[in-house]
């Protein structure tokens, strides 16, 4: 799969993070076997490519959970307090953040600004914005994810 989406891609000028963002939403994740694969099909080093995918957060090392929490830890959202918000959904996921559970339940992640600003603290939960959190709303969070 990784290998047709690299082939698909070869020589293209600029196409390391088409290609990168195409196997991601393919496979769910860049694995490192895939490295290899992209740098021959662009004609670039495995180091360039381990860089790109290293740099940008967006990229994936290893498989998600099937439920994603990401809490926004941009200034915004800290000077609303979500320094609390993110010690408390710690504590009821039992993960820290940018880890997944071993079950593969749930991925709890940080993100630096949803464009949501004024209604901080805020989260995206399984790609929809929870915003003004709260006690009540990490409840319903951790109801949520626990499926
Ligand atoms: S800082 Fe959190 S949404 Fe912008």
Redesign the pocket.
């Known amino acids: 799969m990784v290998g047709t989406l690299a082939d698909r891609f070869a020589g293209e000028r600029g196409a390391l993070l088409p290609l990168l963002h195409a196997i991601q939403a393919e496979v769910g994740w860049v694995p490192d076997a895939a490295i290899p694969l992209v740098a021959r099909a662009l004609n670039l080093s495995r180091a360039e490519v381990h860089g790109v995918v290293t740099f940008y957060h967006d990229f994936r090392r290893e498989p998600a959970g099937r439920h994603i929490v990401k809490l926004?830890?941009?200034?915004?959202?800290?000077a609303?307090g979500?320094g609390a918000i993110e010690t408390a959904l710690s504590d009821r996921l039992g993960l820290p953040i940018d880890e997944t559970s071993e079950d593969g339940r749930v991925s709890f992640e940080a993100?630096?600004?949803?464009?949501?600003?004024a209604?901080?603290?805020?989260a995206l939960v399984n790609d929809k914005p929870v915003s003004r959190l709260d006690a009540h709303k990490i409840d319903r969070i951790v109801a949520q994810v626990s499926a």
Do not use: D, F
């Open positions: 926004c830890l941009a200034e915004a959202c800290k609303r979500v993100v630096y600004c949803l464009g949501l600003c209604t901080g603290p805020n």
